[in-house]
C-alpha cells in the first residue's frame, strides 16, 4: 500500500500575502491604465483573479472588470474554449487585459485561453498566476507569480481558495 503525503505550501495568511503583492505588481505596472480586465480560467482561476481584482480597487482608483474563460485543460482542442457570454472582443480593445489561473503547468491551458482574445486588439495581455510549475512546453511566462515551484512531473499541485479551506498543498 502506498501512502501519499500531502505537504503544504501555502496556507491561508500566506495566499493573502501573495495575492497582495501580485495586486500591487499589476497596478504599478497599470498604473496609467483606462482599465484592467481580468479573466479567469475556469473555477481556480476565476476566484483567484476576483481577489486580486478587489486588491487593486483597495489600493487604486483603477477601473476593473472580470469575467471567466473555460476550457479542458487536459486537452484544450476537446471542445469549446468559452468566453464569458458578457464579454464581447470588441471591449478588450485598448484595454489591459489579465489571464489569471491558479496553477501554471505546461502553459498549454494559459496558451489557448489567450487564443480567443486575439479576435481584438488588446492594448497588452499578461498573465498572473498563484503558482507556476516552470514545466513550460509553450512559449508562456508569467507577469506575475505568487511562488515559483521547481517540482517533479510526478508531483501534483492543489489549490483550494474556498474560504475556510485556502491553501496550496503538494502530493
Known amino acids: 500500500m502506498e501512502i501519499i503525503v500531502e505537504n503544504i505550501i501555502l ?3 500566506d495566499i493573502e500575502k501573495k495575492i497582495e503583492r501580485i495586486a500591487y505588481e499589476i497596478y504599478e505596472h497599470n498604473y496609467s491604465a483606462s482599465e484592467l480586465i481580468f479573466i479567469g480560467i475556469r473555477e481556480g482561476g476565476t476566484e483567484l483573479a476576483k481577489r486580486i481584482k478587489k486588491v487593486v480597487a483597495d489600493i487604486s482608483d483603477l477601473k476593473s472588470i472580470g469575467y471567466r474563460i473555460d476550457l479542458n ?3 484544450p482542442t476537446e471542445g469549446k474554449i468559452e468566453l464569458d457570454k458578457r464579454l464581447k472582443a470588441h471591449e478588450l480593445n485598448d484595454k489591459v487585459v489579465i489571464i489569471v489561473d491558479d496553477v501554471a503547468n505546461t502553459g498549454r491551458t494559459l496558451c489557448y485561453a489567450i ?3 486575439l479576435e481584438a486588439l488588446p492594448q497588452k495581455i499578461q498573465v498572473a498566476v498563484l503558482v507556476d510549475r516552470e514545466h513550460k512546453l509553450f512559449p508562456i511566462k508569467a507577469d506575475y507569480v505568487g511562488i515559483r515551484l ?3 512531473l510526478l508531483e501534483h499541485i492543489t489549490v483550494s481558495l474556498k474560504k475556510g479551506e485556502e491553501k ?3 502530493k
Do not use: C, F, K, M
Request: no cysteine; aromatic share 0%.
Open 11 to 13: 496556507d491561508r495568511s
Open 73 to 75: 485543460p487536459e486537452n
Open 115 to 117: 487564443q480567443p482574445l
Open 150 to 152: 521547481s517540482t517533479t
Open 168 to 170: 496550496v498543498t503538494i
